[in-house]
T-cell receptor
Framework: KNEVEQSPQNLTAQEGEFITINCSYS?????LHWLQQHPGGGIVSLFM???GKKKHGRLIATINIQEKHSSLHITASHPRDSAVYIC????????????FGKGTKLTVNP | NAGVTQTPKFRILKIGQSMTLQCTQD?????MYWYRQDPGMGLKLIYY???????DKGEVPNGYNVSRSTTEDFPLRLELAAPSQTSVYFC?????????????FGQGTRLTVV
């Protein structure tokens, strides 16, 4: 079992829909990152969080440390949100290791 | 700011050839990383560096070498390319791991070994 599991693997939505992508992890962490990878490959950091909730425009990220679970929400989705969304955790214990999920491919249709 | 710059964006190598993937950042970050991304898999750490003159192995270091002579540059060297090294490579940097600061990624290098 991977240390970081994302669901769903693929998600297709209509423009305007509310989207949720989930990330569960099985290790102790010091932080969790949400990343966005557009077609063409570049990776952009969206959020880094260790507790609670963060908001950036239409994007909201939450984390529940006790349940080892994080969600990324997109409100009023738009075709330009189409990308792969990647969850990554920094493990505790002084490791340099960022453990990455396999990503969720989101397609938003007009 | 340029951020993290990787070159080249694409490369095709023959088996046994060597090449260097270049990575430079202009944010004065201490920490730099090289990852590879294979289809359907999460990114895997190849090598990382916590500062000039210091490098260490990640999860999948075999077949690669790195150096960190300056804060800005962190090149990744493939000495004898093999088909298993066909992948997309990402360089990343961050200011300080201990503060759990944000990571910045380059645009990626798509390498094919034939």
């Amino acid at each position: 079992k991977n240390e970081v599991e994302q669901s769903p693997q693929n998600l297709t939505a209509q423009e305007g829909e509310f989207i949720t992508i989930n990330c569960s992890y099985s290790v102790g962490i010091s932080a969790l990152h949400w990343l966005q990878q557009h077609p063409g490959g570049g990776i952009v950091s969206l959020f880094m969080l260790s507790s609670g909730k963060k908001k950036h425009g239409r994007l909201i990220a939450t984390i529940n440390i006790q349940e080892k679970h994080s969600s990324l929400h997109i409100t009023a989705s738009h075709p330009r949100d189409s990308a792969v969304y990647i969850c990554a955790v920094r493990t505790q214990g002084g490791s340099e290791k960022l453990v990455f999920g396999k990503g969720t491919k989101l397609t938003v249709n007009p | 700011n340029a951020g993290v710059t990787q070159t080249p964006k694409f490369r095709i190598l023959k088996i046994g050839q060597s090449m260097t993937l270049q990575c430079t950042q202009d944010m004065n970050h201490n920490y730099m990383y090289w990852y590879r991304q294979d289809p359907g898999m999460g990114l895997k750490l190849i090598y990382y560096s916590v500062g000039a003159g210091i490098t260490d192995k990640g999860e999948v270091p075999n077949g690669y070498n790195v150096s960190r002579s300056t804060t800005e540059d962190f090149p990744l060297r493939l000495e004898l390319a093999a088909p298993s090294q066909t992948s997309v490579y990402f360089c990343a940097s961050s200011y300080n791991r201990a503060l759990n600061t944000e990571a910045f990624f380059g645009q990626g290098t798509r390498l094919t070994v034939v």
